[in-house]
């Protein structure tokens, strides 16, 4: 076995670890069960998670329900928050008919995605952080978002680090480039729901779906002529390489 096939499945299984590990410390503070938000909410997430982009320059994609994610992480429990994180994860990995299933690939995507929602319930929930006397919800949004935001990126850029030895800074930088713009906004919308929602319920999230499509309409449009850059780009630099 290669040696970056061994790492890649060191790191896997730290991964699986970590969130069987978080999701059970966060499910035992588990509140109220919620299921009818949490099935329309999970409805919307795997929707939005076939809504897939392809970040440029980084061998990955990028759906656009992290708004519902968001949603499911402050306003349900952890269990039905990491079940709706896992199903639309599963939803938005599973290939094409003509594409191959690699099950290493879907069990390091479910395990990190477990991983980032627990912990970011963890946080939105903690006692001790909202008693602080900064403490306000648009801040605690913002703590979870972050935890959620670095609960994703990081370990991504880490199974890059050793499965292609790439440099971990500079593909963690390249992510950070590319989708904090997007965790800003899922985050204010989520703001924004989570206002209305004490009024309309869980039919607050709806208005978020045309949404969330305009936006995977703009990314793919500016995405894909990054991508074409990108292509143009390649031949004129192996050709001034060429000529060195």
Known sequence: MKRNTWLTKTFIGGMVLAAIASTTYAGLASHTLHPSYALAVLILAAVTSRMKIKLPGIDGNMSVNLPFLLMAVVNLCALEAVSIACLSTVVQCWPKPESKFKPEQMLFNVSMMAFATSVANLIWNAGWLGKAAWASEPLMLASATGAFFLGQTAPVAGIIKVAEGAAMRRVWLSIVQLSFPYYVVSAGMTS?????????????????????????????????????????????????????
Do not use: D, K
Request: glycine share 12%.
């Open 192 to 244: 924004m729901v989570n206002l209305v929602g004490h009024r309309w319920g869980w039919q607050a999230a709806l208005v978020v779906f045309p949404v969330m499509y305009g936006i995977h309409r703009s990314y793919r449009l500016y995405f894909g002529r990054e991508a074409e850059g990108l292509l143009q780009t390649a031949p004129l630099a192996r050709a001034a390489s060429a000529g060195l």
